[in-house]
């Protein structure tokens, strides 16, 4: 007899418990991200730079709001943090050195994906 209540129960803390890590590590990834196009539009772009700042202020909110929500559903980070920031800073560095369009185009990237993402995990059973 399964103390959780039942496979069923189980899948779905174990499905949400896998959400939260990836949602927290992908928030996390674009906050390096556009830290990353931060720093270089900084010298290249200043002009953006105000509209990459609040972009990122919103992923900090999000990546927060997905950490606080892990201890009671016994969720814990992605164990490859290091790799999210890394590979988010490297993909910010590159896409800024490509000119103020690439910034936007990866801008744009990210932001479809997290959305169909998120509704793809909505419409989970
Ligand atoms: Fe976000």
Not at 10 to 23: A, C, E, F, Q, S
Not at 49 to 67: K, N
Request: proline share 5%.
């Amino acid at each position: 007899m399964n103390p959780s209540g039942g496979s069923g129960m189980r899948d779905r803390d174990v499905t949400i418990r896998r959400i939260l890590k990836v949602n927290h590590a992908g928030e996390f990834g674009a906050i390096r991200i556009y830290g990353a196009q931060i720093l270089m539009a900084r010298r290249l772009f200043p002009d953006i730079v105000p509209a990459l700042e609040e972009m990122r202020e919103d992923e900090i909110s999000h990546c927060r709001l997905f950490r606080e929500a892990m201890p009671a559903r016994s969720a814990r980070p992605c164990r490859v943090m290091a790799f999210w920031s890394l590979g988010g800073f490297v993909l910010g560095m590159l896409t800024a050195l490509g000119g103020r369009d690439m910034i936007w185009i990866c801008a744009e990237a990210v932001e479809s994906t997290v959305h169909r993402h998120l509704e793809d995990q909505l419409s989970l059973p």
